[in-house]
């Protein structure tokens, strides 16, 4: 099933996407993600320090802010001002935990990686386009640390990207839009990893349940799409391997 948008989806059924790398200059790592209607600014800064639970001496640290600019959505949403609502905390931990799991945290130290991601346009799934281009972001910004030879080994050890899956009037649908993640009857938003394991997961069956059955099918429908997402970020960065600059440490 596709959306109603007219935006042609892929065989596996994801919309259009989009990386447009080094949108803010002034960041190691940044990239604009559009996904069909959706676009989610990511950006990654390089902070000195790490919080008091961590050795400076020996690990670095990653975490993540979430938000949504008041013209992302119709009507207007209020600006969050000192404090974040509860979504939007939901949405910047589940980042911060899928990006932490792509990270060897001891292979850099004494730094922390703030990824924000701030919505420009929300059309569904925002949550998982910001964890897909938080990670390309992340790329970058371990490139810069990289070339400013502050790294002890290449810290990237998976590829993550994830994506939306539902029921829609009684038929699996993958990666949905706003028009149907309205009419849903199940959702799920799904991360993997590069081997297509998972890494997170958070459903909600909106009305009535979901059998087994039909959760294993999203969950298969979620691998093709994420598989193919992550040849796209792949084919964003210029990259075969995620681990390419591994070989450099060894």
Same mark, same amino acid.
């Given at each position: ?12 059924g ?16 940044s ?15 390089v902070v +000195?320090?790490?919080? /008091?639970?961590?050795?400076p !001496?020996?690990? %670095?640290w990653?975490? *993540?802010? =979430?938000?949504? @600019? ?9 600006r969050?001002?000192g404090?974040?609502?509860s979504?939007?905390?939901?949405i ?8 932490r ?13 703030y ?5 420009? +346009?929300?059309?569904? /799934?925002?949550?998982?386009? !910001?964890?897909? %281009?938080?990670?390309? *972001?992340? =790329?970058?910004? @371990? ?33 949905l839009?706003?028009?149907l ?12 990893? +590069? ?19 039909? @959760?294993?099918e ?20 210029g ?7 591994a070989?450099?440490?060894?």
């Open positions: 099933m596709n959306d109603d948008s007219g935006k042609k989806r892929s065989e596996a994801v919309r259009p996407y989009v990386f447009r790398r080094g949108f803010i200059g002034s960041a190691p790592g990239v604009l993600v559009e996904c069909g209607g959706t676009r989610v600014l990511c950006s990654v800064s +000195e320090g790490v919080p /008091g639970f961590l050795d !001496a020996t690990q %670095g990653l975490t *993540a802010e =979430y938000s949504m @600019l008041p013209a992302s959505t119709s009507p207007r949403k209020a969050e001002r404090k974040s609502d979504r939007s905390l939901e910047q931990r589940l980042v911060g935990r899928s990006l799991a792509a990270l060897d945290l001891t292979a850099f130290s004494g730094v922390t990686l990824v924000d991601c701030d919505v420009l +346009e929300a059309d569904g /799934g925002t949550r998982t386009a !910001a964890i897909t %281009g938080g990670w390309v *972001a992340l =790329y970058d910004a @371990l490139l810069w640390l990289h070339n400013e030879e502050r790294l002890y080994r290449w810290p990237m050890v998976h590829q993550v990207a994830a994506v939306s899956v539902g029921v829609v009037e009684g038929k699996p649908v993958v990666d839009d706003f028009a993640d309205s009419r849903a009857d199940f959702d799920l938003n799904v991360v993997m990893d +590069e081997s297509l394991s998972l890494v997170e997961i958070q459903g909600t069956a909106e009305k009535g349940s979901v059998s087994v059955e039909r @959760l294993n999203l969950l298969v429908l979620a691998s093709g799409a994420i598989e193919e997402i992550m040849r796209l970020q792949r084919e964003a960065l990259i075969e391997r995620f681990d390419e600059l070989a450099e440490y060894d």
